[in-house]
Nanobody
Framework: QVQLVQSGGGTVQGGDSLRLSCAASGCTLCHFAMGWFRQAPGKEREFVLA????????NYADSVRGRFTSSRDNGNHTWYLQMNSLKPEDTAVYYC?????????????????WGHGTQVTVSS
């Protein structure tokens, strides 16, 4: 069974940067599209971005385009979400999620495995 273990997160000020990590285990090749989602209090979970394995392309939500990027360390089966120019509205619990089909869509039901989530708080 694939497991995703997240690390990073915390409290930062507006304009700061933060990097989240998501390490996969229980898979041999781990050739996933890795998506990142977030959920703010009282709101539905929303798509942030997804990094596809096959061509390295990224699918972005408009709200983070130009500020957030994703990368991966193939040797360690670890993905990263780099968040720059953070805003208070970015405050949420962030989740990584693996799509075994490598489609990398924006809907949560397209993802097969989920991390436990990590809190990101951006103060103004």
């Amino acid at each position: 069974q694939v497991q995703l273990v997240q690390s990073g997160g915390g409290t930062v000020q507006g304009g700061d940067s933060l990097r989240l990590s998501c390490a996969a285990s229980g898979c041999t090749l781990c050739h996933f599209a890795m998506g990142w989602f977030r959920q703010a209090p009282g709101k539905e979970r929303e798509f942030v971005l997804a990094l596809r394995w096959r061509d390295g392309s990224t699918n972005y939500a408009d709200s983070v385009r130009g500020r957030f990027t994703s990368s991966r360390d193939n040797g360690n089966h670890t993905w990263y979400l780099q968040m720059n120019s953070l805003k208070p509205e970015d405050t949420a619990v962030y989740y990584c999620a693996a799509d075994a089909t490598d489609y990398g869509g924006s809907y949560s039901h397209e993802y097969d495995f989920w991390g436990h989530g990590t809190q990101v708080t951006v103060s103004s």
